[in-house]
T-cell receptor, first 112, second 116 residues
Framework: KNQVEQSPQSLIILEGKNCTLQ??????????LRWYKQDTGRGPVSLTI?????NTKSNGRYTATLDADTKQSSLHITASQLSDSASYIC???????????FGKGTHLIIQP | DAGITQSPRHKVTETGTPVTLRCHQT?????MYWYRQDPGHGLRLIHY???????DKGEVSDGYSVSRSKTEDFLLTLESATSSQTSVYFC???????????????FGPGTRLTVT
């Protein structure tokens, strides 16, 4: 069964600290892996997209890594800001319009 | 939200009534999608469209129908709403399928539907 598991479910950190979110998947065949940020009451917004040949991808203070062999990805947030408070969703695609499998997300809260 | 609007943004309706949600895009993207988001679940695909009058079912299509008569509009209809269809519904668009990393999915702001 194609699944995407994210950990932790929720995380609270102080402003300015770093954090790492995890994503493990069993989706096959693999096309690409995406990280989205979803602010409360808004739709998800894409942060990064990686194919199997890409080990790391950065978008400002966000850095995603991918290990296609172990089927794991992580999202590292550097020097967190209050605006980073959101849910972060890992999505793995098999290809095709209906080939996206979404994780349940990690709910991140940044405290001042 | 990448030129995507959804209407209404909030709706409360009674069990057994029909409901239609609208998604409108100004990006001229070929693919349009309807997802639902519920606590304890990842986003789940209801239906998608790959062109005018071309639609297909997703993972959780039972109880829903869709129509796309114009490139820019994708309608989701609940023929007879049930309490299990209480959810947040998101429309998304993309220029191509997910197989290509260049084809991002852009999401609308969502519609919160409550069926009482």
């Amino acid at each position: 069964k194609n699944q995407v598991e994210q950990s932790p479910q929720s995380l609270i950190i102080l402003e300015g600290k770093n954090c790492t979110l995890q994503c493990n998947y069993t989706v096959s065949p693999f096309s690409n892996l995406r990280w989205y940020k979803q602010d409360t009451g808004r739709g998800p917004v894409s942060l990064t997209i990686m194919t199997f040949s890409e080990n790391t991808k950065s978008n400002g203070r966000y850095t995603a890594t991918l290990d296609a062999d172990t089927k794991q990805s992580s999202l590292h947030i550097t020097a967190s800001q209050l605006s980073d408070s959101a849910s972060y969703i890992c999505v793995v695609t098999r290809g095709g319009a209906d080939g996206l499998t979404f994780g349940k997300g990690t709910h991140l809260i940044i405290q001042p | 939200d990448a030129g995507i609007t959804q209407s209404p943004r909030h709706k409360v309706t009674e069990t057994g009534t029909p409901v239609t949600l609208r998604c409108h895009q100004t990006e001229n993207h070929r693919y349009m999608y309807w997802y639902r988001q519920d606590p304890g679940h990842g986003l789940r695909l209801i239906h998608y469209s790959y062109g005018v009058k071309d639609t297909d079912k997703g993972e959780v299509s039972d109880g829903y129908s869709v129509s796309r008569s114009k490139t820019e509009d994708f309608l989701l209809t609940l023929e007879s709403a049930t309490s299990s269809q209480t959810s947040v519904y998101f429309c998304a668009i993309s220029g191509g399928t997910s197989a290509s990393k260049t084809h991002e999915q852009y999401f609308g702001p969502g519609t919160r539907l409550t069926v009482t």
